[in-house]
């Protein structure tokens, strides 16, 4: 029974890390301009992510939060492809 116990306990914990990628907006290329990342927890679905993409799909920026809160800095770059700041 201890077994059954901590085997469900460890597959619940392993679904609530699960990661959903959400593509919430496109060029009229076709290319994603920006991707919001979610979180199941035990609370509900929080965002834990969000990358925009400039038009031809170089990485435009990044942001990361925790606790529905931006957490410590967030990284942008140029359009072709070098990290701004750096």
Avoid: C
């Avoid at 990661?19 to 990342?37: C, H, M």
């Avoid at 925009?52 to 809160?69: A, L, P």
């Amino acid at each position: 029974m201890k077994k059954t116990l901590l085997i469900v306990l460890f597959i619940s914990l392993g679904f609530s890390q699960q990661i959903i990628p959400q593509i919430t907006e496109t060029y009229d290329n076709g290319n994603v301009k920006n991707i919001t990342y979610h979180k199941k927890s035990r609370t509900g679905i929080e965002k834990v992510k969000y990358e925009k993409y400039y038009k031809y799909g170089q990485k435009e920026s990044e942001e990361t939060y925790k606790n529905r809160r931006l957490d410590g800095l967030w990284t942008e770059w140029y359009e072709n492809g070098q990290k701004q700041g750096a």
